[in-house]
Nanobody
């Protein structure tokens, strides 16, 4: 059983920054591939990016890649999502999740999820 707890969400003005954290239980965090997803009201949960075990990162598209940075601290069992130049369309509940296998872009590829943290970007 893996428990994931996100924190760091909040209300921010457009152009601002936030850093989300996701703390995980378990002794083998360094072997986890950790993804970030987000879900806006009325929309499906969508892939934001992933931190592969070993530190390599991958993002959904150039807009996210140019503004968001995923990092991890295996000693702290934590993965981070640093978000800059936030836009109103970034407003969503953000989730971290552990990848079980399969396509990184699909929510069904992940077996453990955090409870989510709300990010609201005002214009």
């Amino acid at each position: 059983q893996v428990q994931l707890v996100e924190s760091g969400g909040g209300l921010v003005q457009a152009g601002g920054s936030l850093r989300l954290s996701c703390a995980a239980s378990g002794r083998t965090f360094s072997s986890y591939d950790m993804g970030w997803f987000r879900q806006a009201p009325g929309k499906e949960r969508e892939f934001v990016g992933i931190s592969w075990s070993g530190g390599y990162t991958e993002y959904t598209d150039d807009s996210v890649r140019s503004r968001f940075t995923i990092s991890r601290d295996d000693a702290k069992n934590t993965v981070y999502l640093q978000m800059k130049i936030l836009k109103p369309e970034d407003t969503a509940v953000y989730y971290c999740a552990r990848r079980a296998g399969g396509s990184v872009y699909l929510a069904r590829s992940y077996d453990y999820w955090g409870q989510g943290t709300q990010v609201t970007v005002s214009s």
